[in-house]
């Protein structure tokens, strides 16, 4: 298989994608979401509400979705070099095979 027929196979929005050692996806995306997260990032918080573009990843295996807490928050703009890593340290460990599809 070419390089480029993996490559159109990419779901829409996938910014990344690492290969888990069963041979699933862990897709890393764009998400738009809340936060009372100052621009500085964490740990600055404020009383206002603002809406940021971050990223999350979910393990098409297993399906494990990636975060940066126990609350499941997305990971912050400034926080994208985390997210790929999260996410390709889960490919790394994750023996899950791809769910077929129907």
Known sequence: MSSTAWAADWPEGVLARYLTVGGAHVDLT?????????A??????????REVDGFT????????????????????????NKAHNDANGHA???RSMLRPTR
């Open 30 to 38: 764009s998400r738009r979401f809340r936060t009372n997260y100052t």
């Open 40 to 49: 500085q990032g964490r740990p600055y918080v404020s009383d206002h509400w």
């Open 57 to 80: 990843w979910q393990c098409r295996g297993c399906d494990t979705r990636g975060s940066v807490n126990a609350f499941g928050d997305p990971y912050l703009p400034d926080e994208r």
């Open 92 to 94: 790394a460990e994750c």
